[in-house]
T-cell receptor
Framework: AQKITQTQPGMFVQEKEAVTLDCTYD???????LFWYKQPSSGEMIFLIY??????QNATEGRYSLNFQKARKSANLVISASQLGDSAMYFC?????????????????FGQGTILTVHP | GAVVSQHPSRVICKSGTSVKIECRSL??????MFWYRQFPKQSLMLMAT?????????EQGVEKDKFLINHASLTLSTLTVTSAHPEDSSFYIC????????????FGPGTRLTVT
């Protein structure tokens, strides 16, 4: 069974500073995918970044980068140059692998979430 | 981009009535759609996986007779909360995946259900 853990219920950061949101995972499958989503107060889930288990490089998307430490089973999100609009709930998620039998559809398991507050 | 809509965005209903929530993929065909439930300040909990033309797969602890899911076409899945009670009040979010080769799920904006 897959498990995703986010141990920081809340984080605070000063505007323009960088912040790291922690995520650890547990799986016995060699093939998996890791996601980070942002959920503002409106409720929509905004995709930020994806890391495949076989990807050699850490994923980056603009101000977002994923610090993928496979041996430690961690996939921390780094947000550089924080902005006030970054204040939101952030979720780490893991995709289960698709199986050859076609009965697995790549469902996501989410962590508990981290509420990020950016101070001016 | 890939857009997923949900309707309604908010619904208030009386206890004992049924409510239908629609999830549509607007510009792509979704072979698989997922339904999640989220309580305030908590994580998303997967309720069921919906595949076009076949029965939905429910997660453990989710009552299939309570939460009816129909994936009638490649662009539409519906979740019906039958005989709703106040404890069913929650935020319901759907997501859609384009196909087996696509790793990304595209989320709808969510539906806030309040049962009085």
């Amino acid at each position: 069974a897959q498990k995703i853990t986010q141990t920081q219920p809340g984080m605070f950061v000063q505007e323009k500073e960088a912040v790291t949101l922690d995520c650890t995972y547990d799986t016995s499958d060699p093939s998996y995918g890791l996601f980070w989503y942002k959920q503002p107060s409106s409720g929509e889930m905004i995709f930020l970044i994806y890391q495949g288990s076989y990807d050699q490089q850490n994923a980056t998307e603009g101000r977002y980068s994923l610090n993928f430490q496979k041996a430690r089973k961690s996939a921390n999100l780094v947000i550089s140059a924080s902005q006030l609009g970054d204040s939101a709930m952030y979720f780490c998620a893991m995709r289960e692998p698709y199986n050859a039998g076609g009965t697995s559809y790549g469902k996501l398991t989410f962590g508990q979430g981290t509420i990020l507050t950016v101070h001016p | 981009g890939a857009v997923v809509s949900q309707h309604p965005s908010r619904v208030i209903c009386k206890s004992g009535t049924s409510v239908k929530i629609e999830c549509r993929s607007l510009d792509f065909q979704a072979t698989t759609m997922f339904w999640y439930r989220q309580f305030p300040k908590q994580s998303l909990m997967l309720m069921a996986t919906s595949n076009e033309g076949s029965k939905a797969t429910y997660e453990q602890g989710v009552e299939k007779d309570k939460f009816l899911i129909n994936h009638a076409s490649l662009t539409l899945s519906t979740l019906t909360v039958t005989s709703a009670h106040p404890e069913d009040s929650s935020f319901y979010i759907c997501s859609a995946r384009k196909g087996r080769g696509s790793y990304e799920q595209y989320f709808g904006p969510g539906t806030r259900l309040t049962v009085t």
